[in-house]
């Protein structure tokens, strides 16, 4: 089962997009291209492919989880001037569409640590132009954010769920354990731009019920018959550290431009 089972309509709702420096950051890369093609792998919701889809021909969005992907074709249902393509299969497994296809961008966001990483990178090798571009970009999460309202509440997952972060009902979360530059840098694409954008980020008590909810951390499967005691007890957690009804996320959202040498 996926780690994200049951969270599609959450995440679609309260997942928040991609910063705007960061579409601008990719749609550089392909600003001289006749006919730019995009492969977003891990696509989710398909937020980055209706935030890049100005820059782009035709894009092939790949998600395992057949409710992410459903999510993903009404979001990108009414795009116009580009062609959009849907893949139900792990990154792992991607074939292209026709023959003589290759990605100009291929881009993976919030989801690298979920993929074998060195077999997606080998894959990439045999359909994607030679000055492509791969991108990994993304940030942390609620669950990592330092702050005292998130602390707060991290600790109040954790009187439910544990005090290991889960992945899912079934797993807990291991996080990857070298930085992804260092991982490219041994791949074919070595060359290696980071760019870190600062992001602040205003939530209301109900938004951050709703991210949790779309998170394998704090999915709503996780609380079993206890969910409704945690929601009242997270409300009035959020209502007490908002100021005048808001919470004040400070993030980084992280960028990493990997070509071959």
Request: charged letters at 25%; aromatic letters at 8%.
């Amino acid at each position: 089962m996926s780690e994200f089972a049951d969270t599609a309509p959450y995440y679609a709702t309260y997942r928040p997009g991609i910063p705007e420096a960061a579409v601008r950051l990719v749609s550089q890369t392909v600003a001289a291209k006749q006919h730019p093609v995009l492969l977003d792998l891990g696509s989710g919701t398909g937020q980055v492919a209706a935030a890049l889809h100005e820059a782009f021909a035709e894009i092939d969005v790949v998600e395992r989880d057949p409710g992410m992907l459903a999510e993903a074709d009404k979001a990108l249902a009414s795009l116009t001037g580009t062609t959009v393509r849907l893949h139900n299969k792990p990154a792992e497994r991607f074939t292209p569409p026709h023959a003589g296809w290759a990605a100009d961008v291929v881009t993976v966001c919030r989801a690298f640590h979920w993929m074998d990483q060195p077999a997606v990178l080998s894959l990439l090798d045999g359909c994607t132009a030679k000055d492509a571009t791969f991108v990994v970009m993304g940030d942390g999460s609620l669950w990592t954010a330092r702050s005292a309202w998130t602390d707060a509440l991290r600790s109040l997952i954790q009187e439910y769920t544990g005090s290991d972060r889960r992945a899912g009902k079934d797993r807990t979360y291991a996080a990857h354990g070298r930085p992804y530059r260092e991982i490219l840098a041994e791949s074919i694409f070595a060359d290696v731009e980071e760019h870190t954008i600062p992001v602040e980020r205003p939530w209301t008590p109900q938004a951050v019920i709703g991210y949790l909810y779309s998170t394998s951390f704090a999915s709503r499967p996780l609380f079993g018959d206890r969910l409704e005691e945690f929601e009242e007890r997270a409300l009035e957690l959020l209502t007490e550290h908002a100021d005048v009804g808001v919470l004040i996320e400070h993030a980084s959202f992280d960028v990493l431009l990997a070509r071959r040498p």
